[in-house]
């Protein structure tokens, strides 16, 4: 995160000395070089995805600026209300390249740069509107973690001075993986938050992507963009990346290259729970009711937090999700009943109507996931929410 005051300035100081020297903001296009700057995967979670920038620079005075889409305030009125509701916004920024280099070099992050083969009326426009968009009536834009972040921004920007012809080209290809395996696949250095983000995920996370989309990741769009070929000026095509250099080894442990898979971990937690769910019952009261507790009261908040992401929030990634079957607030219901189990008190109809339907929940949540066509990838839950719920069903009807 940077202050963008730092940008307005650089802005102001390019159009005072415009006409003084040559600088990025006046140069001929013939003598712009414009590079991707892709930045490695970092150690806090917001950074985990990595990061990247259009690099400008004159090759005649030497001067060059990065210009990125990655600002945000923590300070900003009403940040995290915004944030909760799906309402970030964040700015574009402008440094000097190598106050940008500096910081990444020093937190362990890799730079990796590649110098693109657009020619003079593309750089210049290029340069033109990175220019206009920092100015601080454009600078903002409505953040989103997949469809509008500051890679895609970046794509864009790209995509644009070069006539459509990146869009074009990968669109064309498939992607390798969907939303849900690049975010388990990158969070998975932090356990914890790799499954809360995994069970908050809908359909949406698990389309199909092509290459387009699937470069809003900044290591898909530098990959990406070594198969495009622009036109050479002679009738001909060429590679779009001319060069590629490593300005920075990483020093930080690499995210690996497949997602974890979450299914045997999650199935064999779900039965452990429910074993020991059907021993307690019959051999620690007391244990059991403290553990159901835990169970329902977790499976109830978590189903309020997903009902409030899919009613309440532009989180759309995680709108209609699945697992609100398996998870819901039904389960605050039974926490009277549970004590009273563990005294070998009958369940109520009232009750039994509650199991019966949150049983019923769960099978239209395993038939959702087998009928064809579907598109949210939850099997993990559903091997972990179904022994949970078998045993707790088992054992809140026990010895009627």
Request: aromatic share 10%; hydrophobic share 40%; net charge negative.
């Given at each position: 995160m940077r202050q963008t005051g730092l940008a307005f300035l650089l802005l102001a100081?390019?159009?005072?000395?415009?006409?003084?020297?040559?600088s990025v903001a006046n140069a001929p296009g013939a003598n712009l070089e414009v590079s991707l700057i892709t930045y490695g995967p970092g150690e806090t979670y917001w950074e985990r995805f990595g990061h990247d920038a259009i690099e400008v620079r004159d090759t005649v005075s030497g001067e060059a600026v990065s210009f990125n889409y990655g600002v945000f305030d923590f300070?900003?009125?009403?940040?995290?209300?915004?944030?909760?509701?799906?309402?970030?916004?964040?700015?574009?920024?402008?440094?000097?390249?190598?106050?940008?280099?500096s910081y990444y070099v020093e937190a362990g992050r890799s730079i990796t740069r590649q110098p693109l083969a657009l020619d003079a009326n593309q750089a210049a426009a290029l340069r033109d509107f990175l220019l206009w968009n920092l100015r601080?009536?454009?600078?903002?834009?409505?953040?989103?973690?997949?469809?509008?972040?500051?890679?895609?921004?970046?794509?864009?920007?790209?995509?644009?001075?070069?006539?459509?012809?990146?869009?074009?080209?990968?669109?064309?290809?498939?992607?390798?993986?969907?939303?849900?395996?690049?975010?388990?696949?990158?969070?998975?250095?932090?356990?914890?938050?790799?499954?809360?983000l995994d069970l908050g995920l809908g359909?949406?996370?698990?389309?199909?992507?092509?290459?387009?989309?699937?470069?809003?990741?900044?290591?898909?769009?530098?990959?990406?963009?070594?198969?495009?070929?622009?036109?050479?000026?002679?009738?001909?095509?060429?590679?779009?990346?001319?060069g590629e250099q490593l300005v920075s080894a990483n020093r930080l442990e690499v995210p690996p290259t497949v997602p974890p898979d979450l299914r045997l971990p999650l199935a064999l937690a779900g039965l452990l729970l429910a074993a020991l769910l059907v021993l307690g019952r019959r051999h620690w009261p007391t244990g059991y009711a403290l553990l159901g507790t835990i169970y329902l009261v977790a499976a109830g908040l978590v189903g309020i937090v997903l009902l409030a992401l899919w009613t309440l929030t532009s989180h759309h990634s995680a709108w209609a999700n699945a697992n609100l079957l398996l998870f819901n607030p039904l389960a605050f219901l039974l926490l009277p009943t549970l004590w009273r189990a563990r005294r070998g008190l009958a369940a109520s109809r009232f009750i039994d109507g509650v199991i019966a339907i949150q049983l019923l929940a769960c099978m239209v949540a395993v038939l959702l996931h087998l009928l064809p066509g579907t598109v949210q990838q939850n099997q993990p839950w559903l091997l972990f929410a179904l022994p949970a719920w078998l045993a707790l069903a088992w054992s809140l009807r026990h010895r009627r």
């Open positions: 100081l390019w159009l005072a000395i415009a006409p003084a020297q040559a300070n900003e009125a009403n940040f995290f209300v915004n944030f909760a509701r799906g309402r970030m916004h964040y700015l574009m920024d402008a440094a000097p390249t190598s106050l940008d280099e601080p009536e454009n600078a903002g834009y409505n953040y989103d973690y997949y469809a509008d972040n500051c890679t895609t921004r970046v794509r864009d920007a790209l995509n644009q001075a070069l006539g459509g012809i990146v869009a074009t080209q990968m669109k064309s290809r498939a992607g390798g993986m969907t939303y849900r395996q690049q975010t388990d696949r990158l969070m998975s250095g932090q356990p914890w938050l790799m499954l809360v359909p949406y996370a698990d389309q199909p992507l092509d290459a387009w989309r699937e470069s809003f990741l900044p290591e898909v769009l530098q990959s990406q963009l070594r198969e495009v070929k622009v036109d050479d000026g002679h009738g001909g095509l060429r590679p779009l990346v001319i």
